[in-house]
């Protein structure tokens, strides 16, 4: 019996011991943006789909160019030697088999055009994987930073619920000496019940944020996510020059790639509409059987004869606007990428200067204003509404501090998802 107890002690505590680094390998996804994005790389259901679609779309480059597959006919004639014998399929016993073997050649130049049109498709495709995972990456920056600034607001909330505390406890030692009305208790009271229902909607929203992250994570929603530790840092105003940004973005965002690989297949399409002016071949040769030996041999030349004019002209001018039309969406594309870069440039520099003027000047200004009436409280030179009114000053600081971190993290997500690359 005590044997058996020492084992099942033992596998218990090898369990446990395997248990517990997988636990916390789990729990630690979402500490760094870098956790999630590792995670997401290897599970996100959207992103892997767009990378096989990118596979087979490069496996289509070689059949694009190939030439089609050969044709072999056989054909029995005087299958009944003039009526001399029964009708018999075998080729030694009719009159002369024909073997034919066919093999169609398009135009001098369109398996190339067709090769390089798959090949452009193929690139265009790579384009749009590298679109999905930006467009992955800026949900999971802005979705950690979110849930990171709402940490700080329950924190913050916390921190002025203890104060709160310790507030009423002041209001009801000046109330029990004389000094200081019930109703300063009270109202302390009430701040801490909305403070307290602010939690609850805090919870709530951190709830949804947590659902969302593990959904791009293709993980169940209840999974745990560790709380953020740290926000990305802001580059430095240098980095942030539109000039050069607009040239990176020219040259990366994974859009206007995927656009420009549209035209140029599309111009390929062009010539490859006019080559078609042009007609195909088709090259056989034939062995001809007599009894059972090959007597003769035969070799055609055929081609198609390109008379249906209108309809080729049509499909020239559909070539065309195709052509135009994905010039004019490029440069549509372009104008919109260019404006987002200069709004969210704007976005993040006006982020950072509001964190600087509250976190150097707002802040302080409260925090000494609120100590000041509080000392002052304490004397009874002012009233509790005057000593509210200065917490609240505080809690409003800090807000706007929590706010322009989080804006600016968000405009800073938006601005590498048009890059296509990290600052």
Known sequence: MRGNFRTKVFILMLALGIATPILSQE??????????????????????????????????????????????????????????????????????????VLQEIPWYGKRDLKREIAELEAEGAQGRVRGTWTEITAKLKIAHAQLYILHRNEQLT???????????????????????????????????????????????????????????????????????????????????????LEDRVRGRNPQLFTEEARIKAAEKSRELTYKNRYPDFALAISPIQYQNAVKEWEVMVEFNIPLQQTSRRAMERESESMLSAARSRKEATSNQILGELAENLSGIEAARRTESLTTNSLLPQAELTFNSALASYENGKVDFATLLEAQQQIRKARQIQIKAQAEAQIRLADIEKLLGEDL
């Open 27 to 100: 729990v630690a996804i979402g500490r760094t943006v870098d956790s999630l994005l590792d995670y997401a790389r290897s599970t996100n259901p959207d992103y892997a789909s767009m990378r096989y679609e990118a596979d087979a779309a490069i496996e289509r480059v070689v059949p694009a160019g190939a030439l089609p597959d050969p044709r072999f006919r056989m054909e029995l004639q005087d299958i009944t030697k003039f009526g001399e014998q029964n009708a018999t399929l075998n080729p030694s016993r009719v009159g002369s088999t024909k073997y034919t």
């Open 158 to 244: 916390r921190e002025i619920l203890d104060l709160m505390v310790r507030l009423e406890k002041i209001a009801q030692i000046r109330y029990a000496g004389g000094l200081a009305m019930q109703q300063d208790a009270i109202r302390a009271q009430v701040e801490q019940t909305g403070m307290r229902n602010d939690l609850i909607m805090l919870e709530n929203e951190g709830n949804m944020l947590r659902a969302r992250i593990n959904a791009l994570l293709a993980r169940p929603s209840s999974a745990r996510l560790a709380n953020p530790e740290v926000l990305r840092p802001i580059p430095a105003p240098a980095k942030l020059d539109y000039a050069t």
